[in-house]
C-alpha cells in the first residue's frame, strides 16, 4: 500500500462515518488594462452560480459543543507567575478532562508558561480574559517529534505550540491571549535572514529544508523524514491534523515561530473573532491547508506574511496527497500589515476551489497585495472558483489583484498551473501601485477573470494583464474614468 493511500484511510478513519476525502478528487507585457489575445472560454461562477454554494457550505460549519466541565489547570498544580513551568498541568488538566468526557480546561488569569499543549476530542481550551500561556522560547521542549507539515510537505519535526492529531471536537477560545515568545534572539533568525536577528556564522533552516523538498520529490516515506534538533525547521504556533470539528475563538496570538493557525487535512473549521499580532517572518496568520468546509469571521491581522493564505501541499507531496482545499468562506475580517490580505499558494498542488470573500476591510500601506494567487509550473495544481465582493481596499502597496505565475521557480518545471474563474464584484482601493496584475504563461493562460462594478483611484502604474484568455472588465473605474475589456 502507498503511504498516500494509508494516510487518507486514516484521515478518513478520524473524521468519522460521512466526512470522508472521498468528495475529494485525488512583466515583459505592456501595462494596459486588455488582456492577451486568446480563446475565450464559457464564463463560470456568476454571482447566481458561485455565491448560491454558500448557505450549504454554512450549513456544514457547526462549532463542536463541549459539556459544562470546566478543569482549571491551577488545580493540577499549574502557577501564574510567567516561571513556573506548567507544561505537566496543562497535560494532567487535559487528561482528566477526557477521562470525564470533555469540557473546558480553562486557564484563569495569570501568564502561564508551558512547553506545547496537545489536545484530545472533546477538549476546549479556554484561556480566559487577563490570562497569557506563554510558550517555552526552548526548541527542545518541543521533541518528540510529531507529524506535521514544513511549508506543504510532510514530516516529523517539532511539536507546534498547540496540536492536534486525528481528533474530533477541539477548540481554543476565550479572551485571553497566547504568546509564543518569538522575537529576534528566539526561533525567528533560524529564517537565516539579518532583519530577523540572523548572523553569519549562526545555524539557519536553508539546508534542512533542501533536504526536505528532496524527499517530498522523491518519495520518501514519510516516517523516515525525521527532523528536530539541529535543523531549524520552524513550527506552527496552532495545527489541527487529520481533525473535524475544530474551533479557534476570540484570543489574542501574539509572537509565533511560523504559521500562527494551520489547520491540515481538517473538516468542518471555525476561526473566529481572533487578533493577530505576529511581524515575524513567515507569520502568516491563517492557512487552511487541505481542509475542507472552512469559516473564517470577523478576525483581526497584522502579520509579518500573508494575513490568510489557503494552501493544499507542495509539488510532489502535495500531488501524493492531492487533497485540495474547498469551500472558504472568509467574512467581516480586517487585514492590516502583510504580504496579502487574502492569498492563495504558493503550495497549493493539490489544487484550492470555492473561496468566497465577503465584507472585508484591507488597508496599511505594508499591506502589498488585497487577493493573491500564487503558483508557478513546479506547483501545478488547479485554483478555480475564487470570489471576492464587497471589500474596501484602502491602500495597499501593490496590486488590488494579483495572480502571478512566475512566483518563486516560474516556468521551470513540468507542471504547469490552472487558474480559472476569478471574480471581483463591488471591490473599491483608494491607492495602489496597480490596479490588476496578471501574468499567466504564453502557452498556459490565465482564464476568465472578471471585474465588475469596481473602483481603484490613485491607480500609479496601471493594470498588467499578460498571458491571460477571457479578461472581463464591466462598469470599472480606474483614477476616476471608466475602463472595459
Known sequence: MKHGQSSRREFVRALGT?????????????LTGCATSGATRVRRGHEGDGWER????????????????????????????GRTDCTGAFRAAV??????????????????????????SGVNLHVQADATIAFSREPRDYLPAVLTRFEGTELYNYSPLIYALDQRGV??????????????????PWKGSKEFGWAPGQPDYKAARQRLLAMGEDGTPVEQRRFGEGDCLRSSFIEFYRCTQVLVDGVTIRNSPMWEIHPVLCSNVTVRGVTIESLGPNNDGVDPESCR??????????????CIAIKSGRNGDGRRLHAPTENVIVRHCEMRDGHGGMSIGSEISGD?????VHDCRMDSPRLDRALRLKTNASRGGVLEHVYMRDVTVGEVADAVLTIDFYYEEGAKGAFPPTVRDVELRRVT??????????????DDPVHDVRMIDCTFDQVAKGNVAEHVAGLSVQRVRINGKEVGS
Open 293 to 306: 468546509d472552512v469559516l473564517i469571521e470577523r478576525c483581526v491581522f497584522n502579520t509579518g506574511d500573508d
Open 95 to 120: 487528561d482528566a478532562c477526557v477521562a470525564q468526557g470533555g469540557g473546558r480546561v480553562v486557564v484563569p488569569a495569570g501568564r502561564f508558561l508551558s512547553g506545547p499543549i496537545h489536545l484530545r
Open 54 to 81: 454558500v448557505p450549504e457550505i454554512l450549513s456544514r460549519i457547526v462549532a463542536p459543543a463541549f459539556p459544562a466541565r470546566d478543569f482549571d489547570i491551577t488545580r493540577f498544580g499549574a502557577v501564574g507567575d
Open 18 to 30: 460521512g466526512v470522508a476525502l472521498a468528495a475529494w478528487p485525488g512583466v515583459a507585457g505592456a
Open 171 to 188: 477548540a481554543v477560545t476565550g479572551a485571553g491571549t497566547l504568546d509564543g515568545q518569538a522575537d529576534a534572539t528566539h526561533w525567528w
Open 352 to 356: 484550492v476551489r470555492y473561496v468566497f
Open 429 to 442: 482601493s483608494r491607492k495602489s501601485n496597480f490596479g490588476w496584475y496578471l501574468r499567466g504563461f504564453a
